[in-house]
Nanobody, 127 residues
Framework: QVDVVESGGGLVQAGGSLRLSCAAS????????MGWFRQAPGKEREFVAA????????YFADSVKGRFDISRDSPNNVVYLQMNSLKPEDTGVYYC????????????????????WGQGTQVTVSS
């Protein structure tokens, strides 16, 4: 049983910042690659950012490069998404996902490669 729980969403004005947190809990030996995805109203869910278990392999969608950062507390399988210079088009439900990592460098931007998902947290950016 693996639980993925997000927190930190909310309402912010354009140009502002928010930090999302996500914790993946499993057995004591589990190590996870983790990612963030988002879904805007009326649109399909899309990849935002991913990070390997080791914390040094990171990947970002072009739409958030230079504005968002992803980091993690690896021993505790906690990941953070720091979102700066937010735009109204960043509005959506943000989902955290986790998958057991075969090595510290592994990460993925593909939804189907993640086995465990959180319930999502709403981020609303007002203009």
């Amino acid at each position: 049983q693996v639980d993925v729980v997000e927190s930190g969403g909310g309402l912010v004005q354009a140009g502002g910042s928010l930090r999302l947190s996500c914790a993946a809990s499993g057995s004591i030996s589990d190590v996870f690659a983790m990612g963030w995805f988002r879904q805007a109203p009326g649109k399909e869910r899309e990849f935002v950012a991913a990070i390997g278990w080791g914390g040094f392999s990171r990947y970002f969608a072009d739409s958030v490069k230079g504005r968002f950062d992803i980091s993690r507390d690896s021993p505790n399988n906690v990941v953070y998404l720091q979102m700066n210079s937010l735009k109204p088009e960043d509005t959506g439900v943000y989902y955290c996902a986790a998958t057991r990592a075969p090595d510290p460098t592994y990460y993925s931007k593909r939804e189907y490669e993640y086995d465990y998902w959180g319930q999502g947290t709403q981020v609303t950016v007002s203009s």
